[in-house]
Each structure stands twice: as C-alpha cells, then as structure tokens.
C-alpha cells in the first residue's frame, strides 16, 4: 500500500510516490471516516513530505466510494475531543504551510473534516454528484476550519448558510460558489487531475512555492489566529453545553437530539 519505508508503517493512509508526484489516499472504508491515528498519519506523512526536494505536487484522495464522510463523530465527547482537534488540525496546518501544490481529488462522501481538508488544498476537483458540507450543527457542534476559513473562499453569506444549517450541496454547487475548483462526471476526475499535475509540472517549482506563499500571505495570517480561537472556543465553551453532548450521544445511539439550550 505504500511505496517507501516512512510509509510502510501507515494504516490510515496510503502514499504513492512517482517521480515529482507524492499521492496520498485516505484508507478507513467504507466512508474514510477520520479517526485519531489518521489524522496522526496524515500530519507525519504531509511533513515528510514538505520536506523532500523531489516532490512539487500532493494528490489527496479517498479510496473507494468517497473521499471522507469527517472527522470520527465517537472522538467528539469530553474525554477525547481535545486529543481530536489538536491532531486533526495538526494535519490541516501542515497541509496548509506546505510549499508543494495540493491538489484534492473529492468524490462521494466529502463532509465535514472531509470537506475541511478539501477545501484548503490549492486545487480541488471535484464529482458533480458528490456531497459536500458541514452537519456539525446538527450535532450541536460546529466545524472550527471552516468557521476559519470558508468565508474568505465563498463569502460571508454562503458560509453562514452552510455552516448554520449544516445544508448539503452537490459538486457542481460546491464549484458554483467557490468551494472547489472544477465540478465533473465522477468518470473524468483522473483524467482531470493528471492534466493539472501536467500543467504544474511545466513550472518552476521554487517560483510556484514562492508565489504560493504570496498568495496565501494575508489568509495565512488570519488562519492560525482564526484557527487557534476557533479551538479555544469549542473546548472551552461549546463543548461544555448540554447540547454539544446530547448531539454527540444521540448519533452514536443512532437518535434524535433532545435540545434543551444549554
């Protein structure tokens, strides 16, 4: 499943190396739920692999029918939450920082931290019948990236909408209003992202880390701080609601919530 001795021992990830290209695909079928030692995985491996002169181009993607249905709602009750969000945004602040051009591959199932992860990649190609969003709220939760980030890259408005009524949008909405970059027939996304990684493999890889990085500079600011309150805000308040923790409950006992507001 994997191509060098770093990766031989993932088991939430699997990486393919060839050439400039660094492929990396999530493994927990059948929805590719992330789990603790994925998101683990997925910031050892993204470090790794920001570190290496050979690679100009990451691919992420889901194996089988999606690309990830979010982070493991079971790692979101009191005991654990705290372990979950410092990991998973570990992964995510490394997939942010990285020099190298990412491009997602997002098919089925892209919800959540799924949809996070998508979303903060450079390049994001995605099935027209894929389903995108953010349903925290209805576990009484929310999604901190996205609270972060969403708004800079579909506006104030669209991301309140989805991120207060945890809406789910198809692929080609999601392209329509900024979320991903292309919207097509789930038979066509290889085809696409190979001639992505074409066109990106003609530049300059010094000069697309650099322009990257001019991008991103006014975002990237606003990120860590966003990112870091975001986190302080869900540990420290929302979590500590009665609503937070009978939303979580009330999933995993496969229920209706019983809110009471507090």
């Not at 699997?14 to 695909?25: F, I, K």
């Not at 009750?77 to 490394?94: C, G, Q, S």
Request: one cysteine or more; hydrophobic letters at 45%.
């Amino acid at each position: 499943m994997a191509t060098s001795s770093s990766a031989a021992k993932l088991e939430r990830i699997s990486l393919e190396a060839e050439g400039s290209v660094a492929r990396l695909t999530l493994h927990n079928p059948p929805l590719n739920v992330i789990d603790l030692r994925m998101a683990e995985e997925l910031d050892r491996i993204l470090a790794e692999i920001g570190a290496r002169t050979d690679v100009a181009v990451v691919v992420l993607r889901g194996c089988g029918k999606a690309f990830s249905a979010g982070v493991d709602v079971a790692a979101h009750t009191p005991d654990k939450v705290e372990e979950m969000l410092t990991k998973f945004h570990a992964a995510i602040r490394t997939l942010v920082s990285t020099s190298k051009i990412t491009i997602a591959r997002a098919h089925g199932h892209c919800l959540g931290g799924g949809a996070e992860l998508a979303m903060v990649c450079d390049f994001v190609i995605t099935s027209e019948d894929a389903r995108w969003g953010f349903p925290e709220i209805k576990l009484g939760c929310y999604p901190p990236v996205a609270c972060t980030a969403l708004a800079a890259l579909i506006g104030q408005k669209r991301a309140a909408e989805l991120i207060l009524t945890g809406r789910a949008i198809g692929g080609r909405e999601a392209a329509a209003i900024g979320l991903a970059t292309r919207a097509l027939p789930a038979g066509e996304l290889d085809r696409a992202v190979e001639e992505f990684i074409v066109q990106v493999l003609q530049l300059s890889p010094a000069a697309l880390a650099i322009a990257k990085k001019a991008s991103y500079a006014w975002d990237s600011m606003h990120f860590d701080k966003g990112l870091a309150r975001a986190e302080k805000i869900y540990l420290e308040q929302l979590i500590k609601t009665l609503d937070a923790q009978e939303g979580i409950r009330a999933f995993l006992e496969k229920r209706q919530p019983k809110w009471t507001g507090n």
